[in-house]
């Protein structure tokens, strides 16, 4: 059974960098047809897709973040890291962590639960 | 366009049927993802593919796709079915992930 918990500052500071860290557990961050993605629910608010890691190392991010992300992947700790830079009370939100899965379509199979990320000073 | 689109709220009789619908242009390229999100809990797939079921996932739970439309079906309506639900696709690009803006179905 595939695992994912994120972890995070709980409180960052506006105009700082978010730092997150997911780590997987039940199958290599490096196999398969994956991509290890971030996505964050502002309060009350939908999803919202942030970006991935694909399986070969290639990144893909939501052209509304684009200049903000960067998303990484250590596979010796078996991690998925995402940094957000210059945040905003704006970037408060839950933020998520999940594995879409590439094979045969595309679709969201595992879910981390969730980190709340508050922005105020 | 990529956009998908979903009814914001939608309600069901206690052991009826209900169909959430998504409707998108990229739909026609890409089959949807199905997701339940409970107050407080991370979105849980229940329908992927040509309509597949996680295991674990009740039958009650269907999904069907036409043209440009996805749909998810409950038949027969639990309490515990009580939820938001969002589909997602790859975007136009083919690179990009979009959701839909959820539903929030309401078990009477």
């Known amino acids: 059974q595939v695992q994912l918990q994120a972890s995070g500052p709980g409180l960052v500071k506006p105009s700082q960098t978010l730092s997150l860290t997911c780590t997987v557990s039940?199958?290599?961050?490096?196999?398969?047809?994956?991509?290890w993605t971030w996505i964050r629910q502002l309060p009350g608010k939908g999803l919202e897709w942030i970006g991935y890691?694909?399986?070969?190392?290639?990144?893909s991010y939501n052209p509304s973040l684009k200049s903000r992300v960067a998303i990484s992947v250590d596979t010796s700790k078996n991690q998925l890291s995402l940094k957000l830079s210059s945040v905003t009370a704006a970037d408060t939100a839950v933020y998520y962590c999940a594995r879409e899965n590439g094979s045969g379509s595309y679709y969201l199979d595992y879910w981390g639960q969730g980190t709340l990320i508050t922005v105020s000073s | 366009s990529s956009e998908l689109t979903q009814d914001p709220a939608v309600s069901v009789a206690l052991g009826q049927t209900v169909t959430i619908t998504c409707q998108g242009d990229?739909?026609?390229?890409?089959?949807a993802g199905w997701y339940q999100q409970k107050p407080g809990q991370a979105p849980v797939l229940v329908i992927y593919g040509k309509g597949n079921r996680p295991s674990g996932i009740p039958d009650r739970f269907s999904g069907s796709s036409s043209r440009d439309t996805t749909s998810l079906t409950i038949i027969g309506a639990q309490a515990e079915d009580e939820a938001d639900y969002y589909c997602n696709s790859r975007d136009i690009t083919g690179y990009h992930v979009v959701f839909g803006g959820g539903t929030k179905l309401t078990v009477l």
């Open positions: 039940g199958d290599s961050i490096s196999s398969g047809s994956f991509y």
């Open positions: 990229i739909l026609r390229r890409y089959y």
């Open positions: 890691i694909s399986y070969s190392g290639s990144t």
